[in-house]
């Protein structure tokens, strides 16, 4: 057998030329469209963090366009937010919120908002994370800014007090406000401060009516309406 000389195979795969690989249909998208793709999953998913894990995972077009302000700004935490909690550290949960907070996620500076105020107990700071939420037109967020105005016997935070076309919607948004301080705090938290608010002296005010309730007056709707809120914490 013939001798070969020592590194004759490696100089003659040096000189082989190498396949260039074929670019996929998504390599070949412009990362606009790749972003807008990402973009609409992660805002119309029911498992909005599960899904845009598993994009991530999958190729890096995907991973680098999950870093896109829009995709931050756009996810649907609304539908989601135990998601984010049961697969990160808390954290990690405050990381990803600041950051879709930071590109706008109204629903993102809303449970930063609440956080500080229920958990931190920064009024201050909450306030600020619930201002840049009803920026927005949050309703949950404009919510809890009318409850903080009653709590504190102010309306320096300036919040009409015709948020809602029913007290139905009002009384789902109190819901969903409600159990996102529970899921904040681990159901942690009484508000003290309900007996410094006092209901209206006319026994008609708050009565139900056949669809809605008839008050006096807006201050008593939501004298009325921060005695349900912490009578249901």
């Given at each position: 057998m013939?001798h070969?000389?020592k590194g004759?195979?490696g100089a003659v795969a040096?000189?082989?030329?190498?396949?260039?690989?074929r670019?996929t249909?998504?390599?070949m998208?412009?990362?606009?469209?790749?972003?807008?793709?990402?973009?609409?999953l992660?805002?119309?998913?029911?498992?909005p963090?599960a899904d845009l894990?598993n994009?991530?995972s999958?190729?890096?077009?995907?991973?680098?366009?999950?870093?896109?302000?829009?995709?931050k700004?756009r996810i649907a935490?609304e539908?989601?937010i135990l998601?984010?909690?049961w697969m990160a550290?808390e954290?990690k949960?405050?990381?990803?919120?600041?950051s879709?907070?930071?590109a706008?996620?109204?629903?993102?500076?809303?449970m930063?908002?609440?956080?500080n105020?229920?958990?931190?107990?920064?009024?201050?700071?909450?306030?600020?994370f619930?201002?840049k939420a009803?920026?927005?037109d949050?309703?949950?967020?404009l919510y809890?800014?009318k409850i903080l105005?009653?709590?504190?016997?102010t309306?320096i935070?300036c919040?009409?007090?015709?948020i809602?076309?029913?007290?139905d919607q009002?009384e789902?948004c109190?819901e969903?406000?409600?159990?996102a301080?529970?899921?904040v705090t681990?159901?942690?938290?009484k508000?003290?401060?309900v007996?410094n608010?006092?209901?209206c002296?006319?026994?008609?005010c708050?009565?139900?009516?056949?669809d809605?309730?008839?008050?006096?007056?807006?201050?008593?709707q939501?004298?009325?309406?921060?005695?349900?809120?912490c009578?249901?914490t």
């Amino acid at each position: 057998m013939e001798h070969q000389p020592k590194g004759r195979n490696g100089a003659v795969a040096k000189r082989m030329k190498k396949k260039a690989k074929r670019p996929t249909l998504l390599n070949m998208l412009p990362e606009d469209a790749v972003v807008e793709i990402v973009s609409q999953l992660v805002s119309s998913s029911l498992q909005p963090f599960a899904d845009l894990y598993n994009l991530k995972s999958s190729c890096k077009a995907f991973f680098e366009a999950s870093k896109d302000k829009m995709v931050k700004q756009r996810i649907a935490l609304e539908r989601d937010i135990l998601g984010l909690t049961w697969m990160a550290t808390e954290d990690k949960c405050m990381t990803v919120l600041k950051s879709c907070g930071n590109a706008g996620n109204a629903e993102a500076n809303f449970m930063l908002a609440l956080i500080n105020i229920f958990k931190k107990d920064d009024i201050n700071k909450g306030v600020e994370f619930l201002k840049k939420a009803s920026s927005n037109d949050h309703k949950a967020a404009l919510y809890m800014m009318k409850i903080l105005c009653v709590r504190l016997q102010t309306n320096i935070l300036c919040v009409d007090q015709r948020i809602f076309d029913d007290y139905d919607q009002l009384e789902r948004c109190r819901e969903k406000v409600l159990n996102a301080i529970r899921l904040v705090t681990w159901n942690n938290w009484k508000d003290n401060a309900v007996a410094n608010v006092r209901r209206c002296k006319n026994s008609n005010c708050g009565i139900r009516g056949w669809d809605s309730r008839c008050f006096c007056s807006e201050d008593c709707q939501w004298n009325h309406e921060y005695h349900e809120f912490c009578k249901a914490t």
